[in-house]
Protein backbone atom coordinates (compact mmCIF):
# COMPACT_ATOMS: atom_id res chain seq x y z
CA UNK A 1 0.00 0.00 0.00
CA UNK A 2 1.71 3.11 -1.21
CA UNK A 3 0.32 5.24 1.89
CA UNK A 4 2.34 3.32 4.04
CA UNK A 5 5.17 4.33 2.52
CA UNK A 6 7.66 7.18 3.47
CA UNK A 7 8.10 9.73 1.49
CA UNK A 8 11.65 8.85 -0.17
CA UNK A 9 10.37 5.10 -0.65
CA UNK A 10 6.96 6.39 -2.38
CA UNK A 11 9.50 9.13 -4.47
CA UNK A 12 11.84 5.79 -5.89
CA UNK A 13 8.35 3.68 -6.42
CA UNK A 14 7.49 6.78 -8.53
CA UNK A 15 10.81 6.82 -10.11
CA UNK A 16 10.58 3.16 -10.77
CA UNK A 17 6.92 3.61 -12.44
CA UNK A 18 5.72 0.84 -9.46
CA UNK A 19 3.05 3.08 -9.01
CA UNK A 20 1.96 6.39 -9.80
CA UNK A 21 0.99 9.62 -8.22
CA UNK A 22 -3.36 8.59 -8.47
CA UNK A 23 -2.84 5.49 -7.38
CA UNK A 24 -0.49 6.62 -4.19
CA UNK A 25 -3.18 9.43 -3.60
CA UNK A 26 -6.50 7.28 -4.29
CA UNK A 27 -4.91 4.70 -1.21
CA UNK A 28 -4.69 7.82 0.68
CA UNK A 29 -8.16 8.81 0.07
CA UNK A 30 -9.25 4.94 1.00
CA UNK A 31 -7.11 4.68 3.92
CA UNK A 32 -8.92 8.11 5.22
CA UNK A 33 -12.64 6.97 4.45
CA UNK A 34 -11.18 3.19 6.11
CA UNK A 35 -10.21 5.08 9.64
CA UNK A 36 -11.05 8.68 9.52
CA UNK A 37 -14.71 7.83 10.65
CA UNK A 38 -13.10 7.18 13.80
CA UNK A 39 -9.45 9.30 14.02
CA UNK A 40 -11.14 12.59 12.67
CA UNK A 41 -7.43 13.92 11.62
CA UNK A 42 -9.55 15.48 8.97
CA UNK A 43 -12.10 18.27 9.29
CA UNK A 44 -12.35 18.09 5.48
CA UNK A 45 -10.57 17.53 2.41
CA UNK A 46 -11.27 18.01 -0.87
CA UNK A 47 -10.65 14.30 -2.92
CA UNK A 48 -11.47 15.30 -6.41
CA UNK A 49 -9.04 18.31 -6.43
CA UNK A 50 -6.49 15.76 -4.47
CA UNK A 51 -6.51 13.44 -7.62
CA UNK A 52 -6.24 16.04 -10.31
CA UNK A 53 -3.18 17.23 -8.65
CA UNK A 54 -2.17 13.58 -8.95
CA UNK A 55 -2.96 13.19 -12.69
CA UNK A 56 -0.70 16.59 -13.14
CA UNK A 57 2.23 15.15 -11.10
CA UNK A 58 1.60 11.80 -13.23
CA UNK A 59 1.90 13.89 -16.69
CA UNK A 60 4.73 15.60 -15.49
CA UNK A 61 6.99 11.64 -14.43
CA UNK A 62 5.76 10.99 -17.85
CA UNK A 63 7.06 13.70 -19.25
CA UNK A 64 10.26 13.11 -18.31
CA UNK A 65 10.03 15.33 -14.53
CA UNK A 66 12.42 13.81 -11.85
CA UNK A 67 12.69 13.98 -7.85
CA UNK A 68 15.96 15.49 -8.41
CA UNK A 69 14.86 18.50 -9.77
CA UNK A 70 10.94 18.51 -7.56
CA UNK A 71 11.59 16.30 -4.66
CA UNK A 72 7.91 16.01 -3.65
CA UNK A 73 6.65 15.26 -7.22
CA UNK A 74 3.55 12.97 -6.72
CA UNK A 75 4.01 12.80 -2.77
CA UNK A 76 0.58 13.60 -0.62
CA UNK A 77 1.26 15.84 1.85
CA UNK A 78 -1.92 17.02 3.99
CA UNK A 79 -1.94 20.56 5.80
CA UNK A 80 -3.21 21.86 9.23
CA UNK A 81 -6.20 24.53 8.78
CA UNK A 82 -3.93 27.17 10.06
CA UNK A 83 -1.96 27.16 6.77
CA UNK A 84 -3.47 29.40 3.35
CA UNK A 85 -4.15 26.82 0.73
CA UNK A 86 -5.65 29.01 -2.49
CA UNK A 87 -9.10 28.05 -3.14
CA UNK A 88 -9.46 26.24 0.46
CA UNK A 89 -11.12 26.60 3.06
CA UNK A 90 -9.48 27.70 6.47
CA UNK A 91 -10.74 27.92 9.84
CA UNK A 92 -8.25 27.38 12.44
CA UNK A 93 -10.55 24.89 13.88
CA UNK A 94 -12.79 27.81 14.73
CA UNK A 95 -16.12 28.90 14.43
CA UNK A 96 -15.17 32.93 14.03
CA UNK A 97 -13.51 31.76 10.19
CA UNK A 98 -16.96 30.67 8.93
CA UNK A 99 -16.77 29.94 5.43
CA UNK A 100 -13.55 31.32 4.73
CA UNK A 101 -11.66 30.46 1.63
CA UNK A 102 -8.20 31.68 1.40
CA UNK A 103 -7.50 33.81 -1.24
CA UNK A 104 -3.82 33.14 -1.72
CA UNK A 105 -1.25 30.28 -0.95
CA UNK A 106 1.43 30.62 2.04
CA UNK A 107 4.76 30.89 1.08
CA UNK A 108 5.12 27.30 2.69
CA UNK A 109 2.06 26.39 0.22
CA UNK A 110 3.68 27.86 -3.06
CA UNK A 111 7.23 26.05 -2.36
CA UNK A 112 5.57 22.62 -1.97
CA UNK A 113 3.58 22.85 -5.46
CA UNK A 114 6.79 24.44 -6.67
CA UNK A 115 8.14 21.08 -5.71
CA UNK A 116 5.59 18.71 -7.25
CA UNK A 117 3.98 17.98 -3.76
CA UNK A 118 -0.03 17.02 -3.63
CA UNK A 119 -1.79 19.38 -1.02
CA UNK A 120 -4.74 18.28 -0.16
CA UNK A 121 -6.88 18.77 3.27
CA UNK A 122 -7.62 20.54 6.16
CA UNK A 123 -6.15 18.81 9.53
CA UNK A 124 -7.65 19.36 12.79
CA UNK A 125 -6.61 21.44 15.09
CA UNK A 126 -7.03 23.19 18.98
CA UNK A 127 -8.34 26.31 17.86
CA UNK A 128 -6.15 28.84 16.69
CA UNK A 129 -3.58 26.46 17.61
CA UNK A 130 -4.10 27.22 21.26
CA UNK A 131 -4.29 23.71 23.70
CA UNK A 132 -2.15 20.89 23.76
CA UNK A 133 -5.13 18.05 22.78
CA UNK A 134 -6.76 19.00 20.16
CA UNK A 135 -9.74 18.66 22.11
CA UNK A 136 -10.67 22.38 21.52
CA UNK A 137 -11.70 22.02 17.82
CA UNK A 138 -14.53 23.94 16.97
CA UNK A 139 -14.90 20.46 14.91
CA UNK A 140 -14.79 17.91 17.25
CA UNK A 141 -11.50 15.73 19.03
CA UNK A 142 -8.92 14.04 17.13
CA UNK A 143 -8.52 10.66 18.57
CA UNK A 144 -4.90 8.80 19.28
CA UNK A 145 -4.41 6.19 15.96
CA UNK A 146 -2.61 4.07 19.25
CA UNK A 147 -5.54 4.26 21.24
CA UNK A 148 -8.94 5.63 20.36
CA UNK A 149 -9.79 6.79 24.20
CA UNK A 150 -6.58 8.62 24.30
CA UNK A 151 -5.42 12.72 22.65
CA UNK A 152 -3.34 12.76 19.93
CA UNK A 153 -1.47 15.92 21.68
CA UNK A 154 -1.82 18.97 20.35
CA UNK A 155 -2.42 21.58 19.08
CA UNK A 156 -0.99 19.77 15.58
CA UNK A 157 -3.20 16.87 16.96
CA UNK A 158 -4.83 16.28 12.52
CA UNK A 159 -1.40 16.25 11.54
CA UNK A 160 0.28 14.02 13.80
CA UNK A 161 -2.91 11.65 13.46
CA UNK A 162 -3.06 11.59 9.48
CA UNK A 163 0.97 10.90 9.83
CA UNK A 164 0.44 8.03 12.06
CA UNK A 165 -2.14 6.28 10.34
CA UNK A 166 -0.57 6.42 7.41
CA UNK A 167 -3.54 8.81 5.66
CA UNK A 168 -1.39 11.21 4.45
CA UNK A 169 2.63 10.77 3.71
CA UNK A 170 3.78 13.79 5.45
CA UNK A 171 1.99 16.71 7.11
CA UNK A 172 2.92 20.29 7.91
CA UNK A 173 2.00 21.67 11.64
CA UNK A 174 2.97 24.91 13.72
CA UNK A 175 4.75 24.61 17.04
CA UNK A 176 4.40 27.84 19.15
CA UNK A 177 5.14 25.92 22.44
CA UNK A 178 5.55 22.28 21.40
CA UNK A 179 2.18 22.31 18.51
CA UNK A 180 4.96 19.81 16.60
CA UNK A 181 7.10 18.07 18.98
CA UNK A 182 4.39 17.05 21.71
CA UNK A 183 1.91 15.61 19.04
CA UNK A 184 5.17 13.72 17.30
CA UNK A 185 5.61 12.47 20.41
CA UNK A 186 2.31 10.96 21.46
CA UNK A 187 1.73 9.23 17.93
CA UNK A 188 4.71 7.98 17.34
CA UNK A 189 5.67 10.20 14.33
CA UNK A 190 8.94 12.93 13.34
CA UNK A 191 7.85 16.06 13.78
CA UNK A 192 10.16 19.28 13.51
CA UNK A 193 10.24 22.67 15.09
CA UNK A 194 12.93 24.77 12.82
CA UNK A 195 15.07 27.61 14.45
CA UNK A 196 12.60 31.06 14.64
CA UNK A 197 12.95 32.86 10.98
CA UNK A 198 13.94 29.29 8.98
CA UNK A 199 10.54 28.99 7.94
CA UNK A 200 8.61 32.06 6.16
CA UNK A 201 5.00 32.60 8.17
CA UNK A 202 3.58 34.24 5.28
CA UNK A 203 -0.25 32.88 4.92
CA UNK A 204 0.24 30.96 8.59
CA UNK A 205 -2.59 32.30 10.84
CA UNK A 206 -0.81 34.28 13.64
CA UNK A 207 -1.06 32.96 17.18
CA UNK A 208 1.76 33.98 18.81
CA UNK A 209 3.86 36.09 16.42
CA UNK A 210 7.73 36.14 17.88
CA UNK A 211 7.12 32.13 18.45
CA UNK A 212 5.58 30.68 15.96
CA UNK A 213 6.69 28.69 13.15
CA UNK A 214 5.78 25.88 10.76
CA UNK A 215 7.42 22.70 10.51
CA UNK A 216 7.18 18.64 8.98
CA UNK A 217 5.08 15.46 10.61
CA UNK A 218 7.04 12.72 8.99
CA UNK A 219 7.62 9.11 9.07
CA UNK A 220 11.19 9.19 9.55
CA UNK A 221 14.29 11.39 9.75
CA UNK A 222 14.94 11.89 6.00
CA UNK A 223 11.49 12.78 5.14
CA UNK A 224 11.76 15.64 7.71
CA UNK A 225 15.24 16.81 6.30
CA UNK A 226 13.70 16.57 2.62
CA UNK A 227 10.16 18.77 3.50
CA UNK A 228 12.71 21.33 5.73
CA UNK A 229 15.35 21.71 3.01
CA UNK A 230 11.85 22.64 0.65
CA UNK A 231 10.01 24.33 3.33
CA UNK A 232 13.17 26.91 4.05
CA UNK A 233 14.57 30.34 3.12
CA UNK A 234 13.85 34.07 3.65
CA UNK A 235 10.88 35.22 2.17
CA UNK A 236 10.36 39.25 1.15
CA UNK A 237 6.78 38.78 2.52
CA UNK A 238 8.01 37.89 6.06
CA UNK A 239 10.09 40.61 7.53
CA UNK A 240 11.24 37.80 10.54
CA UNK A 241 12.49 35.18 8.47
CA UNK A 242 16.35 35.18 8.19
CA UNK A 243 18.19 35.32 4.97
CA UNK A 244 20.41 31.96 6.29
CA UNK A 245 21.44 29.49 3.31
CA UNK A 246 19.61 26.43 3.16
CA UNK A 247 22.09 23.53 3.17
CA UNK A 248 20.97 20.21 2.11
CA UNK A 249 19.67 18.63 5.44
CA UNK A 250 19.82 15.28 3.69
CA UNK A 251 23.67 15.59 2.83
CA UNK A 252 24.45 15.26 6.53
CA UNK A 253 22.63 11.52 7.39
CA UNK A 254 25.56 9.39 7.69
CA UNK A 255 24.88 7.67 10.85
CA UNK A 256 28.46 8.75 12.23
CA UNK A 257 28.27 11.09 14.83
CA UNK A 258 31.44 10.18 16.99
CA UNK A 259 32.69 12.77 19.12
CA UNK A 260 29.46 14.95 18.93
CA UNK A 261 28.29 16.03 22.35
CA UNK A 262 24.87 15.89 23.98
CA UNK A 263 23.85 17.69 26.80
CA UNK A 264 21.53 16.55 29.67
CA UNK A 265 19.81 19.00 31.72
CA UNK A 266 19.75 18.32 35.02
CA UNK A 267 16.50 20.18 35.62
CA UNK A 268 14.63 17.83 33.60
CA UNK A 269 14.34 15.81 36.11
CA UNK A 270 11.02 16.48 37.06
CA UNK A 271 8.57 14.82 39.91
CA UNK A 272 5.93 14.42 37.21
CA UNK A 273 7.89 12.39 34.40
CA UNK A 274 6.52 9.35 34.15
CA UNK A 275 8.72 6.74 35.48
CA UNK A 276 8.47 4.45 31.68
CA UNK A 277 9.05 7.42 29.66
CA UNK A 278 12.33 7.97 31.71
CA UNK A 279 13.50 5.06 30.59
CA UNK A 280 12.91 5.02 27.53
CA UNK A 281 15.11 8.47 27.34
CA UNK A 282 17.83 6.77 29.35
CA UNK A 283 18.11 4.17 27.15
CA UNK A 284 18.71 6.32 24.24
CA UNK A 285 20.96 8.24 26.11
CA UNK A 286 23.00 4.94 26.81
CA UNK A 287 22.70 4.21 22.82
CA UNK A 288 24.00 7.27 21.53
CA UNK A 289 27.03 6.71 24.33
CA UNK A 290 27.19 3.21 22.06
CA UNK A 291 26.87 5.52 18.59
CA UNK A 292 30.35 7.00 20.12
CA UNK A 293 28.38 11.07 20.95
CA UNK A 294 30.25 12.10 24.38
CA UNK A 295 27.05 12.68 27.10
CA UNK A 296 27.52 15.73 28.83
CA UNK A 297 25.71 17.48 32.02
CA UNK A 298 24.69 20.38 31.75
CA UNK A 299 22.31 22.91 33.41
CA UNK A 300 19.58 25.43 31.93
CA UNK A 301 19.18 27.13 35.20
CA UNK A 302 16.10 29.15 34.37
CA UNK A 303 13.47 26.43 32.73
CA UNK A 304 11.53 26.49 35.89
CA UNK A 305 10.55 29.98 34.69
CA UNK A 306 9.30 28.95 30.62
CA UNK A 307 5.86 28.30 31.26
CA UNK A 308 4.78 31.20 33.14
CA UNK A 309 6.79 33.58 30.80
CA UNK A 310 5.31 31.50 27.73
CA UNK A 311 2.13 32.18 28.94
CA UNK A 312 2.34 35.81 29.25
CA UNK A 313 4.09 36.23 26.12
CA UNK A 314 2.16 33.91 23.87
CA UNK A 315 -1.18 34.93 25.25
CA UNK A 316 -0.15 38.97 24.69
CA UNK A 317 0.82 38.27 21.49
CA UNK A 318 -2.21 36.29 20.83
CA UNK A 319 -4.70 39.02 22.03
CA UNK A 320 -2.92 41.42 19.55
CA UNK A 321 -3.22 38.65 16.54
CA UNK A 322 -7.06 38.01 17.29
CA UNK A 323 -8.00 41.75 17.29
CA UNK A 324 -8.86 40.93 13.66
CA UNK A 325 -11.21 38.60 13.82
CA UNK A 326 -14.18 41.24 14.15
CA UNK A 327 -16.56 40.22 11.99
CA UNK A 328 -16.19 42.94 9.41
CA UNK A 329 -13.75 41.72 6.66
CA UNK A 330 -14.01 37.82 6.93
CA UNK A 331 -15.99 34.98 8.76
CA UNK A 332 -18.61 35.01 11.16
CA UNK A 333 -20.86 38.10 11.75
CA UNK A 334 -23.02 38.76 14.62
CA UNK A 335 -25.11 42.08 13.61
CA UNK A 336 -25.33 45.15 16.45
CA UNK A 337 -26.58 48.28 16.54
CA UNK A 338 -22.95 49.89 16.70
CA UNK A 339 -19.59 48.90 15.53
CA UNK A 340 -18.52 47.88 19.14
CA UNK A 341 -21.04 46.20 19.79
CA UNK A 342 -21.16 44.14 16.35
CA UNK A 343 -17.28 43.13 17.43
CA UNK A 344 -18.38 41.61 21.26
CA UNK A 345 -21.10 39.61 20.02
CA UNK A 346 -18.83 38.30 17.28
CA UNK A 347 -16.23 37.33 19.02
CA UNK A 348 -18.45 36.02 22.03
CA UNK A 349 -20.15 33.75 19.93
CA UNK A 350 -17.42 32.84 17.40
CA UNK A 351 -14.49 31.77 19.80
CA UNK A 352 -13.96 28.88 22.50
CA UNK A 353 -13.38 29.01 25.75
CA UNK A 354 -9.51 28.53 25.86
CA UNK A 355 -9.47 31.36 23.28
CA UNK A 356 -11.14 33.52 25.51
CA UNK A 357 -9.68 32.39 28.24
CA UNK A 358 -5.57 33.22 26.43
CA UNK A 359 -7.45 36.75 24.95
CA UNK A 360 -8.63 37.70 28.09
CA UNK A 361 -5.07 36.81 29.75
CA UNK A 362 -3.50 39.12 27.31
CA UNK A 363 -5.12 41.70 27.32
CA UNK A 364 -4.63 41.80 31.10
CA UNK A 365 -1.21 41.11 30.38
CA UNK A 366 -0.82 44.18 28.17
CA UNK A 367 -3.36 46.69 29.96
CA UNK A 368 -2.28 50.23 31.46
CA UNK A 369 -0.55 49.67 34.76
CA UNK A 370 -0.04 45.54 34.07
CA UNK A 371 2.10 45.67 30.85
CA UNK A 372 5.62 46.71 32.72
CA UNK A 373 5.17 43.84 35.65
CA UNK A 374 4.46 41.14 33.41
CA UNK A 375 4.87 41.68 29.39
CA UNK A 376 8.27 43.43 29.91
CA UNK A 377 9.52 41.11 32.71
CA UNK A 378 8.18 38.28 30.55
CA UNK A 379 10.83 39.43 27.56
CA UNK A 380 13.59 40.20 30.01
CA UNK A 381 13.29 36.59 31.22
CA UNK A 382 12.98 35.06 27.79
CA UNK A 383 16.37 37.02 27.02
CA UNK A 384 17.50 35.12 30.23
CA UNK A 385 16.17 31.61 29.07
CA UNK A 386 17.77 32.14 25.85
CA UNK A 387 20.92 32.44 27.39
CA UNK A 388 20.82 29.42 29.15
CA UNK A 389 20.66 27.91 26.04
CA UNK A 390 23.58 29.67 24.18
CA UNK A 391 25.63 29.08 27.24
CA UNK A 392 25.36 25.52 27.23
CA UNK A 393 25.77 25.37 23.16
CA UNK A 394 29.12 26.44 23.66
CA UNK A 395 30.00 23.19 25.01
CA UNK A 396 27.43 20.52 23.53
CA UNK A 397 26.16 20.25 19.42
CA UNK A 398 22.65 19.15 21.12
CA UNK A 399 20.17 18.88 23.92
CA UNK A 400 18.46 15.37 24.87
CA UNK A 401 15.38 15.38 26.72
CA UNK A 402 11.65 13.61 26.87
CA UNK A 403 9.33 15.46 24.48
CA UNK A 404 6.89 14.99 27.34
CA UNK A 405 6.67 13.91 30.90
CA UNK A 406 3.97 11.30 30.24
CA UNK A 407 2.86 9.39 27.20
CA UNK A 408 -0.93 10.03 25.69
CA UNK A 409 -3.36 10.78 28.55
CA UNK A 410 -7.41 10.20 27.85
CA UNK A 411 -9.49 12.37 26.26
CA UNK A 412 -11.30 14.77 29.21
CA UNK A 413 -8.32 14.10 31.94
CA UNK A 414 -7.15 17.83 31.75
CA UNK A 415 -9.48 20.02 29.84
CA UNK A 416 -10.93 21.35 33.14
CA UNK A 417 -8.05 22.18 34.34
CA UNK A 418 -6.34 24.67 31.99
CA UNK A 419 -3.42 25.27 34.52
CA UNK A 420 -2.28 21.32 33.96
CA UNK A 421 -2.84 21.30 30.69
CA UNK A 422 -0.19 24.29 30.26
CA UNK A 423 2.18 22.40 32.92
CA UNK A 424 2.43 19.44 30.41
CA UNK A 425 4.28 21.63 27.84
CA UNK A 426 7.04 21.64 30.14
CA UNK A 427 10.12 20.44 28.15
CA UNK A 428 8.96 22.27 24.95
CA UNK A 429 8.16 25.38 25.97
CA UNK A 430 12.22 26.45 26.17
CA UNK A 431 12.66 25.97 23.13
CA UNK A 432 10.38 28.49 21.16
CA UNK A 433 11.37 31.22 23.80
CA UNK A 434 14.80 30.97 23.20
CA UNK A 435 14.18 30.57 18.84
CA UNK A 436 16.35 27.63 18.43
CA UNK A 437 15.44 24.42 16.68
CA UNK A 438 13.63 21.04 17.90
CA UNK A 439 12.55 17.73 16.82
CA UNK A 440 10.99 14.67 18.24
CA UNK A 441 11.42 11.34 17.24
CA UNK A 442 9.99 8.07 18.58
CA UNK A 443 12.15 6.15 21.12
CA UNK A 444 10.14 3.65 22.72
CA UNK A 445 6.50 2.47 24.18
CA UNK A 446 4.78 2.47 27.65
CA UNK A 447 3.35 -1.37 28.20
CA UNK A 448 -0.01 -1.29 28.74
CA UNK A 449 -1.63 0.47 27.22
CA UNK A 450 1.05 0.37 24.32
CA UNK A 451 1.81 4.27 23.37
CA UNK A 452 4.49 5.90 21.81
CA UNK A 453 7.13 7.84 23.84
CA UNK A 454 8.66 10.36 22.53
CA UNK A 455 12.98 12.04 22.42
CA UNK A 456 13.57 15.35 22.31
CA UNK A 457 16.56 17.21 20.53
CA UNK A 458 17.18 20.87 20.69
CA UNK A 459 19.64 22.57 18.45
CA UNK A 460 21.75 25.51 17.83
CA UNK A 461 19.91 28.22 16.31
CA UNK A 462 20.06 27.44 12.46
CA UNK A 463 21.46 23.78 13.87
CA UNK A 464 18.87 21.92 11.94
CA UNK A 465 21.59 20.05 9.84
CA UNK A 466 23.06 18.67 13.21
CA UNK A 467 20.33 17.73 14.70
CA UNK A 468 18.90 15.69 11.91
CA UNK A 469 22.19 14.09 11.51
CA UNK A 470 21.91 12.79 15.37
CA UNK A 471 18.60 11.92 14.91
CA UNK A 472 18.50 10.00 11.77
CA UNK A 473 22.01 7.77 13.56
CA UNK A 474 19.74 6.89 16.65
CA UNK A 475 16.33 6.03 14.24
CA UNK A 476 18.43 4.43 11.81
CA UNK A 477 19.71 1.67 14.42
CA UNK A 478 16.99 1.01 16.73
CA UNK A 479 14.20 1.24 14.53
CA UNK A 480 11.47 2.27 16.74
CA UNK A 481 9.79 4.76 14.19
CA UNK A 482 8.57 1.12 12.12
CA UNK A 483 6.54 0.45 14.56
CA UNK A 484 2.66 1.35 13.15
CA UNK A 485 -0.87 1.15 15.28
CA UNK A 486 -3.03 -1.35 14.70
CA UNK A 487 -6.42 0.31 13.29
CA UNK A 488 -9.43 -1.09 12.05
CA UNK A 489 -12.12 -0.20 10.02
CA UNK A 490 -14.97 1.98 10.94
CA UNK B 1 2.72 36.10 47.08
CA UNK B 2 -1.30 37.46 46.50
CA UNK B 3 -2.19 36.68 42.87
CA UNK B 4 -3.60 39.98 41.60
CA UNK B 5 -7.56 40.50 40.61
CA UNK B 6 -8.22 40.18 36.68
CA UNK B 7 -11.87 42.06 36.50
CA UNK B 8 -13.11 40.29 33.77
CA UNK B 9 -16.05 42.49 32.87
CA UNK B 10 -13.06 45.15 32.20
CA UNK B 11 -10.68 43.15 30.36
CA UNK B 12 -13.38 41.11 28.47
CA UNK B 13 -14.74 44.96 27.74
CA UNK B 14 -11.31 45.76 26.28
CA UNK B 15 -10.85 42.42 24.36
CA UNK B 16 -14.13 43.93 22.90
CA UNK B 17 -15.42 40.02 23.96
CA UNK B 18 -18.91 39.44 25.34
CA UNK B 19 -18.67 36.68 27.73
CA UNK B 20 -21.96 34.88 29.59
CA UNK B 21 -22.27 35.63 33.45
CA UNK B 22 -21.30 31.76 33.61
CA UNK B 23 -18.11 32.66 31.45
CA UNK B 24 -16.97 35.27 33.70
CA UNK B 25 -17.73 33.10 36.50
CA UNK B 26 -15.81 30.17 35.24
CA UNK B 27 -12.81 32.38 33.67
CA UNK B 28 -12.16 34.41 36.88
CA UNK B 29 -11.44 31.14 39.35
CA UNK B 30 -9.09 29.85 36.03
CA UNK B 31 -7.26 33.00 35.62
CA UNK B 32 -6.88 33.63 39.24
CA UNK B 33 -4.97 29.81 39.41
CA UNK B 34 -2.88 30.70 36.25
CA UNK B 35 -2.25 34.43 37.79
CA UNK B 36 -0.85 32.52 40.89
CA UNK B 37 1.54 30.93 39.08
CA UNK B 38 2.80 33.53 37.03
CA UNK B 39 3.61 35.41 39.61
CA UNK B 40 6.57 33.36 40.08
CA UNK B 41 8.62 35.63 37.45
CA UNK B 42 8.92 38.38 40.51
CA UNK B 43 11.35 36.22 42.25
CA UNK B 44 13.68 36.77 39.18
CA UNK B 45 15.89 40.01 39.42
CA UNK B 46 16.00 41.40 35.85
CA UNK B 47 17.69 44.19 36.58
CA UNK B 48 19.85 45.19 33.33
CA UNK B 49 18.45 42.58 31.30
CA UNK B 50 17.45 43.39 27.88
CA UNK B 51 13.80 42.10 26.73
CA UNK B 52 13.92 40.01 23.92
CA UNK B 53 11.39 40.44 21.36
CA UNK B 54 13.10 38.44 18.22
CA UNK B 55 15.12 35.07 19.02
CA UNK B 56 17.17 36.14 16.24
CA UNK B 57 17.90 39.68 16.19
CA UNK B 58 17.29 41.24 12.81
CA UNK B 59 17.57 45.28 12.31
CA UNK B 60 16.19 47.47 9.69
CA UNK B 61 14.05 44.93 7.14
CA UNK B 62 13.15 46.84 4.36
CA UNK B 63 12.73 46.08 0.72
CA UNK B 64 12.34 48.24 -2.24
CA UNK B 65 9.48 50.85 -2.84
CA UNK B 66 8.10 48.79 -5.68
CA UNK B 67 4.51 48.39 -7.01
CA UNK B 68 4.14 44.48 -6.86
CA UNK B 69 1.10 41.80 -7.34
CA UNK B 70 -1.67 42.25 -4.46
CA UNK B 71 -4.86 41.03 -3.87
CA UNK B 72 -7.97 41.90 -5.93
CA UNK B 73 -10.85 44.09 -4.83
CA UNK B 74 -13.26 41.52 -5.61
CA UNK B 75 -10.98 38.93 -3.89
CA UNK B 76 -10.59 40.71 -0.50
CA UNK B 77 -14.49 41.47 -0.71
CA UNK B 78 -14.98 37.71 -1.53
CA UNK B 79 -15.20 36.75 2.39
CA UNK B 80 -17.33 39.67 3.58
CA UNK B 81 -20.26 38.91 5.56
CA UNK B 82 -21.49 41.86 3.87
CA UNK B 83 -20.47 43.61 1.36
CA UNK B 84 -22.26 46.75 -1.30
CA UNK B 85 -20.94 48.82 -3.69
CA UNK B 86 -17.63 47.40 -3.59
CA UNK B 87 -17.36 48.23 -0.15
CA UNK B 88 -17.37 46.73 3.21
CA UNK B 89 -20.67 47.01 5.03
CA UNK B 90 -20.44 48.14 8.72
CA UNK B 91 -23.30 49.62 11.40
CA UNK B 92 -23.40 53.46 11.47
CA UNK B 93 -20.55 54.68 13.05
CA UNK B 94 -20.78 58.57 13.09
CA UNK B 95 -24.40 60.09 14.26
Known amino acids: MPNHLTLSGLAASLARRDVSAREATQACLDQIARVDGQIHAFIRHDGADALAQADAADLALAAGATHAQKPLLGIPIAIKDVLAVQGQPLQCGSKILGEFVSPYDATVIEKLKAAGAIVFGRLNMDEFAMGSSTENSAFGVTRNPWDLSRIPGGSSGGSAAAVAADECLASLGTDTGGSIRQPAALC ?199 NDFLKAFETVDAILTPTTPTAAFKIGEKSDDPLQMYLSDIFTISC ?28 KPFGEETLLKIAHAYEQSTGWHREKPRLSPG | MAAAEINVQYVANLARLALTPDEEKKLSAQLGGILGYIEKLKELDVTGVEPTAHAVPLVNVTRADEVRPSLSHEDALRNAPRQAGGLFLVPKIVE
Open chain 1, 188 to 386: GCVGLKPTYGRVSRYGLVAFASSLDQIGPFTKDVRDAATLLGVMSGVDPRDSTSVPQPVPDYTAGLTGDIRGLKLGLPKEYLIGGLDPEVKAAVDAAVKHYAQLGAEIVEISLPHTDYAIATYYIIATAEASANLARFDGIRYGLRMEGSDPTELYRRTRGAGFGAEVKRRIILGTYVLSSGYHDAYYLRAQKVRTLIR
Open chain 1, 432 to 459: NLAGICGMSLPCGFTQSPRLPIGLQLLG
